[in-house]
């Protein structure tokens, strides 16, 4: 029996929800990165509660087989959510947990009411990218390190700035003396070419009956193109069901600009 997803809910003081809210974590994060949007969230909105969880290879979700692919993560998060005997009535993902969102939604129509894509790459193209990159970089460099400050020198002349190399250094974990990665490189580059060749703009253009598609765009991201926006506004002119909204900050847009996306999303959940 394959593994269940590591997780966590959040849940209002006292309340007991009547809706849940999934948030589907980036590539090399885990659930715990959105846990104070999401705690700000139930209390805004109590009748929510969120589940956070690690998707496949990331935090503590490891033990997962190939194919390392969206449609797996998909899978993964529905066998959670079985397990648990909670379904999710919206589904939020950041990036590549964007992509999965979409994949979850279009794969199980009729469940979800609203999905919500944080500054996600929709086009299908070759990989590229910072994300892309740092699978290369990684494997230059050594397979353990003293510290993770080490970490932080080893990524400054890569380009990587200090937070966020402290960021990734969260995925490093003391084996002995020293620490290693968590990661599996091997499957962060099989899912991150899945995410690159996964066409989602079917659902995008006509999303499931009952279901209303929101593409957040980072101002200061370069992640949904100019063509991609344009087509995602002539998309909600056309079926009334797929919206753009534009939000101050960059691509890392829960730590740029929390209280816009806690703003947004409390307000326009059913």
């Known amino acids: 029996m394959p593994p269940i997803l590591q997780h966590s809910r959040v849940i209002a003081s006292e309340a007991s929800p009547e809706r849940w809210l999934l948030i589907l974590h980036g590539i090399y994060g885990s659930g715990r990165n959105w846990r104070g949007i999401a705690r700000r969230l139930v209390e805004a909105r109590p009748e929510w509660g969120v589940i956070l969880p690690d998707l496949r290879l990331h935090g503590g979700s490891t033990g997962f087989d190939p194919p390392h692919t969206l449609q797996s993560a998909a899978a993964d998060v ?8 909670t379904p999710a009535q919206a589904v939020l993902g950041h990036s590549f ?9 279009r794969d199980r129509p009729g469940g979800v009411a609203q999905v919500w894509v ?12 910072s994300a ?7 494997g230059a460099l050594p397979e353990r390190f003293p510290s993770r400050d080490e970490l932080v020198v080893a ?3 890569h380009g990587y700035s200090a937070p966020l190399a402290h960021w990734l250094g969260m995925n490093l974990e003391r084996d002995g003396d020293s620490f290693r990665w968590r990661l599996d490189w091997k499957g962060m580059e099989e899912l991150l070419r899945d995410y690159f060749k996964t066409e989602v703009w ?14 957040i765009r980072a101002t200061g991201s370069e992640s949904l193109s100019d063509v991609d926006a344009d087509r995602i506004e002539r998309a ?4 009334g069901s797929t919206f753009l909204h534009v939000v101050d900050g960059g691509h890392w847009i829960n730590l740029d600009n929390p209280d816009a996306i806690v703003a947004l999303v409390a307000k326009t959940l059913p």
């Open 97 to 105: 947990g964007g992509k999965v969102a979409i994949v979850y939604a």
């Open 118 to 129: 944080v500054d996600s790459t929709l086009e299908v193209r070759e990989p590229s990218g």
């Open 236 to 239: 909600g002119a056309s079926n």
């Open 155 to 157: 990524l400054a002349p």
């Open 132 to 138: 892309w990159d740092l699978v290369e970089t990684v």
């Open 78 to 85: 529905e066998a959670l959510l079985d397990d648990l005997g």
């Open 202 to 215: 079917g659902a995008i253009e006509a999303p499931p009956e009952g279901t209303e598609m929101h593409v």
